[in-house]
């Protein structure tokens, strides 16, 4: 069965440091992987996604992510955070062999001025 | 184009009264699916359809229930409101052409039940 697991429920990061969003999932098949970001009061909007074609794969608004098979982990990163990332993040899987997305349970992430 | 509209946008509902939570999308998109969202616990599928006419149980589909009669339209009805079915409701939608199919989300529909 397929599963999600983000490792932290809140983050917090001072504006202009590094932000590391983890994640581990668990597939019994060739997983597809993917980070959502929701803004408070908002809708989930993609910011990037794994199609296994590289396993560095870049997103929106300067995030990224790296799959790493070995370790069951699609970490997302930024090098540098803004006040406007502050939002939540889910991290999403789904199996080549069904339709449905299994979603992590969130991170909170606060930027600090 | 308006890709996936919900509404209401939010609702006060009496328990044990039926409510139907409308959504439409103008992508043309086979699949369509309802989450509800509730603190800490992330989104959680409630129901799904892969292609009209057919539809299928996620994680918490029970006191839900779906109907997929055209591509578009993907509404939810709860037939007798319970508390525990406060949630912000999302409807989201993908066109399942590809392994890496990116689901698009609607705004919500926040719901408390009184």
């Known amino acids: 069965a397929q599963s999600v697991t983000q490792l932290d429920s809140h983050v917090s990061v001072s504006e202009g440091t590094p932000v590391l969003l983890r994640c581990n999932y668990s597939?019994?098949?060739?997983?597809?992987l993917f980070w959502y970001v929701q803004h408070p009061n908002k809708g989930l909007q993609l910011l990037l996604k794994?199609?296994?074609?590289?396993?560095l794969v870049k997103g929106i608004n300067g995030f990224e992510a790296e799959f790493r098979k070995s370790e069951t982990s699609f970490h997302l990163t930024k090098p540098s955070a803004h006040m406007s990332d502050a939002a939540e993040y889910f991290c999403?899987?789904?199996?080549?062999?069904?339709?449905?997305?299994?979603f992590g349970t969130g991170t909170r992430l606060k930027v600090l001025a | 184009t308006a890709g996936i509209t919900q509404a209401p946008t939010s609702q006060i509902l009496a328990a044990g009264r039926s409510m139907t939570l409308r959504c439409t999308q103008d992508?043309?998109?086979?699949?369509m699916y309802w989450y509800r969202q509730d603190l800490g616990l992330g989104l959680r599928l409630i129901h799904y359809?892969?292609?009209?006419?057919?539809?299928g149980k996620g994680e918490v589909p029970d006191g839900y229930s779906v109907s997929r009669a055209n591509t578009d339209d993907f509404p939810l009805t709860l037939a007798s409101a319970v508390p525990s079915q406060t949630s912000v409701y999302f409807c989201?939608?993908?066109?399942?052409?590809?392994?890496?199919?990116?689901?698009?989300f609607g705004p919500g529909t926040r719901l408390t039940v009184l």
């Open positions: 359809s892969n292609t009209a006419g057919t539809t």
């Open positions: 597939s019994s098949y060739s997983p597809s």
């Open positions: 989201a939608s993908s066109d399942l052409a590809g392994v890496a199919d990116t689901q698009y």
């Open positions: 992508m043309r998109h086979n699949a």
């Open positions: 999403v899987v789904r199996d080549s062999g069904t339709y449905k997305y299994i």
């Open positions: 794994y199609t296994s074609a590289a396993t």
